[in-house]
């Protein structure tokens, strides 16, 4: 099987092109804006018609698509989520290789959620942010393409690797000063947040198996379990032996109803997978437990201490 994927620099594209290759049936083509991908192309600015042509030179079975952007202004994540998408598409439906695509959406799409419920793929989405509007826009692109395509909206990303902006990553940086500094007390702030977290190498798995469906459509790709971000500090610490005390800052906040979380995801103060339909239409299943992608993430935040 012949693949074409988009994005494999990134977070999430490092960790998809690792499963495929260790796949003895995939022959693999990274397509991206750095130097060090096979074919170089800015999906944001390149013309649909260049895309066609290689596309029909390169004739894969499968496209993936990880690229994207998570950060930057409205008009920066509409070129880099909604634009390249769109051509994505254009060029597959104007190619001969009548080609599967696998989209990567996100939760951000959904918006927040009531607490103690679980999102699944039939909720109205209500994205909170210009982030969450531009994959949005992306995910309806590719559902009203008419190829063979299917979307996965991933939750809150874990594992080795997490960006820095990111809930955990942002968590590891702040331990990571405390310790390195000798701080005894560390103050945190939006801690009362609840978020699905799922590792990185699992969502690489779901990718595979999409990759090997007949699945159309959305599925979410999750835990099925909110965690705490309290939580996930006190384990954080526990990983990393810091034995200092952890204070909970409090939220500068005017008017009515709970503090915003102090992160722009647009997801409100709780997000929490529905996962049937993976596991029923792709067989997949979380593997990797919070405290392991939490270990990992230590790892690589010690390292700079």
């Not at 104007?94 to 959620?113: D, M, N």
């Not at 945190?188 to 007949?214: E, P």
């Amino acid at each position: 099987m012949r693949v074409l994927l988009l994005g494999a620099n990134g977070f999430l594209g490092r960790y998809v092109a690792d499963r495929l290759l260790a796949d003895p049936a995939v022959q693999l083509t990274a397509l991206g804006r750095r130097d060090d991908s096979d074919v170089r192309f800015d999906l944001s600015t390149g013309s649909p018609g260049a895309l066609t042509r290689f596309l029909d030179a390169v004739h894969p079975g499968v496209v993936i698509n990880c690229a994207g952007a998570i950060r930057g202004g409205a008009r920066e994540l509409t070129r880099h989520n909604t634009v390249a998408t769109a051509t994505i598409c254009e060029s597959m439906r104007r190619s001969s290789c009548t080609a599967r695509l696998v989209h990567l959406g996100c939760a951000a799409e959904y918006g927040p959620s009531q607490p103690g419920s679980s999102t699944g793929e039939d909720a109205v989405p209500r994205p909170g942010g210009p982030y969450g509007v531009s994959k949005l826009a992306a995910t309806e692109l590719v559902l009203g393409s008419g190829l063979d395509a299917i979307v996965l909206r991933v939750f809150s990303l874990a594992g080795p690797g997490t960006p820095a902006g990111s809930p955990l990553g942002r968590l590891a940086e702040a331990m990571r000063r405390a310790m390195q500094h000798g701080d005894h007390e560390l103050k945190l702030a939006g801690l009362h947040v609840q978020r699905d977290f799922v590792d990185v190498r699992d969502v690489a798995r779901a990718v595979h198996a999409a990759s090997l469906s007949a699945a159309q459509g959305v599925v979410n790709i999750g835990t099925g379990r909110a965690v705490r971000l309290r939580d996930a500090t006190a384990v954080l610490a526990r990983v990393a032996g810091f034995t200092g005390s952890i204070h909970e800052l409090d939220e500068p906040h005017l008017g009515a109803g709970p503090p915003p979380p102090p992160y722009p995801d647009g997801c409100g103060l709780w997000q929490q997978a529905d996962v049937r339909t993976a596991r029923d239409r792709l067989g997949w299943r979380p593997r990797t437990g919070l405290e392991e992608s939490l270990a990992d993430i230590w790892m690589e935040a010690a390292c700079r201490i």
